[in-house]
């Protein structure tokens, strides 16, 4: 409780337009607080519908304490379960990815169905009951291609979500594509500082050759202001739309979500060093056509993206600990494109390989300086940093109101 009273008093007390307090960025007991209040409660992005096709087939992932397992069962649903065995609680599935035919704990084999039903627990007493044993479900949607899981016991509506963005996703067929390519990196920094340096570009110039070949510095196009005021913008927008590309910036009224279609530069169509596409099968026909740019989503705390007419790259943030962030990279490809044909992986995945180690070593200068006891929070640009404004407020306000038990607070996860 006294962590949670501090802070709330620099919640409360926070400077407008500058950064956090240092504790926010390097505290155990603040991180723990970040985790209770939105990671173990809010929805969470953790990979694509295409990674697990087939009945059987399925993914782990660690969020804070909790293994998860995302599998696809028979009737062809995809579930997310507690990766935590009911008898003594080992991990269940121990591999990245994999495919079974059934769950089989490697302890003591405990079995179970690809729904998390309990099949077989062998020489346990009368009276045992296998249905009181299953594997604890976790709440999952999936949109565009996309799955999300909450770890709350009543998650917030996802609803919202899913209307704004389905649309916006739908062109591009996600579902209908492959992972050609998967790259995890660990920054040494927290979390929210990963996110302030995705929110703006003003740093692009002196860091970023290989993107800024491609993608536009301008505040309007990272930031959530100005954007309507661009002719540029506007135009890219009237193009996309009477294509029927759904492109006009669309932001949750409590700024946990963005999505809008933005214009390359120099004529670019994709994320490469000469500008041109990186795979010759476009991701569907009907982002066949030419310049229709890059469409820019994210959702806190765990996503952002950029959805190309030739593939996708989707990044996954999960924390790690109070000064440690893991971001998962995917490059996601028409299914029938073929390597070496249709694409190289050293073509598909340059820019943005580049670009992610350029940002690790950003982050991690960056926490290297806050650790410092004389650091104190800083002002931001508006002009250029008005990104990194937009999340440190959606993060101090829905801080704030949980912290509180305000409108969106839920039970804790049991």
Known sequence: MEIQTEMLRKLKTRREGYSL?????VDPGYYRQDLEQIWYRDWLFIGHDCEIPRPGNYFTVQVGEYPVVLVRDRQGAIRALHNSCRHRGSRVCTQHRGSSAKLVCPYHQW?????????????????FDPAEHSLKAIHCETVG???FISLADEPVDFRQFRETVAAYLAPHRLGETKVAFESTIVEKGNWKLVWENNRECYHCAANHPELCRTYPEAPTVTGVQGAMDDPEIGAHWRK???AGLPSAFRIAPTGQFRMTRMPLINGAESYTMSGQS???KPLSPQVNASGIGTLLLFHYPTTWNHILGDHAITFRVLPLGPELTEVTTKWLVNKEAVEGVDYTIEDLTHVWTETNDQDRQIVEENAFGIRSPAYEPGPYSAEHEGGVMQFVEWYSSFMLDRLQGGATHLSRVA
């Open 21 to 25: 307090d240092r504790a926010f960025y």
């Open 111 to 127: 079995t179970y169905e690809l729904d998390g039903r309990l099949l077989f627990a062998r020489q346990m007493p009368e009276g």
């Open 145 to 147: 291609g996309y799955i």
């Open 240 to 242: 996309c739309e009477n």
């Open 278 to 280: 990186a795979v010759l």
